[in-house]
C-alpha cells in the first residue's frame, strides 16, 4: 500500500460526490467496480454501464458527445482502463468536443481484478490527455477539491479531465444484473 494510501478517499466516495452534482446527463462507466458501485450508489437510466471490455467507455463517450453537442456527457473510467484505450485520448484531443468530461479514478492499481499494480504512478494520465489537447486538466487528491474542480468544469468547455487519486478501497457491491442490451435501449431512450 502506498503511504498516502490513509489520506485519500475512496473510488466509491468520490463516485457518490459526483453522482450527487449530476442529474440527468449521459454517464458512461468503465468496466469493474466503477460500474458496480455507481450502479449500487444511484442507477440512473441515463448511466451506461460498460460490461466486460476494459478501454472502452470513453470512446462511447465520446461518440454520444458529437451526436448529442447540447448535453453534457461524463465518462467515468479507471487508470487501467486508461492505460489500455490510450489512443482514445489522442482522438479525443484532437476532435475537442467541448461537451466532455473525463473523470478517472486513479488507484494506480487494477483494483476489480485483485490490485494488481498499474503503471500511473510513474506515468500522470492528466499530463497524457494535456498533450494530447484536453483543454482542461486537473489532478485532485479530496474531496473538496474534486468538487469545487467538477463543477468548474461542468460551467467550461472541454474536453477535460478529472483525474481523482483514490486508495485500494471496493465497496461490498454486486455486479450490475441489467443485460447489455437492456443496458443500451434504456439508456438511448433517456438521452433522446
Ligand atoms: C480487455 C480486458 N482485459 C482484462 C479484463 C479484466 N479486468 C476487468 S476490470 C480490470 C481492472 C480495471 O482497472 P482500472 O481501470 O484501474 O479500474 P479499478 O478496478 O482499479 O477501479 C481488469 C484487468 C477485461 N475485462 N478486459
Ligand atoms: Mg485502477
Request: overall charge neutral.
Amino acid at each position: 500500500m502506498r503511504p498516502e494510501q490513509g489520506t485519500l478517499i475512496s473510488r466509491a466516495q468520490a463516485i457518490a460526490a459526483l453522482l450527487e452534482l449530476l442529474t440527468d446527463q449521459p454517464v458512461i462507466i468503465c468496466n469493474g467496480f466503477p460500474s458496480r458501485e455507481a450502479h449500487k450508489i444511484a442507477d440512473r437510466p441515463t448511466h451506461f454501464y460498460m460490461i466486460g471490455s476494459m478501454g472502452n467507455a470513453p470512446a462511447i463517450a465520446l461518440g454520444v458527445a458529437l451526436a448529442k453537442p447540447h448535453k453534457q456527457v461524463i465518462t467515468f473510467d479507471g487508470d487501467g482502463n486508461v492505460l489500455m484505450g490510450m489512443g482514445t485520448l489522442a482522438t479525443i484531443g484532437a476532435l475537442k468536443p467541448k461537451n466532455f468530461i473525463h473523470v478517472v479514478f486513479d488507484n494506480e492499481v487494477y483494483g476489480t481484478t485483485g490490485n494488481q499494480p498499474t503503471i500511473s504512478n510513474v506515468v500522470p494520465l492528466e499530463k497524457v490527455a494535456k498533450a494530447a489537447g484536453y483543454v482542461n486538466v486537473e489532478r485532485v487528491l479530496d474531496r473538496e477539491d474534486l468538487v469545487y474542480e467538477f463543477k468548474d468544469m461542468l460551467k467550461k468547455n472541454g474536453p477535460s479531465m478529472l483525474l481523482i487519486k483514490v486508495n485500494e478501497f471496493s465497496e461490498d457491491a454486486g455486479r450490475v444484473l441489467h443485460e447489455p442490451p437492456d443496458i443500451t435501449k434504456r439508456f438511448m431512450k433517456a438521452i433522446q
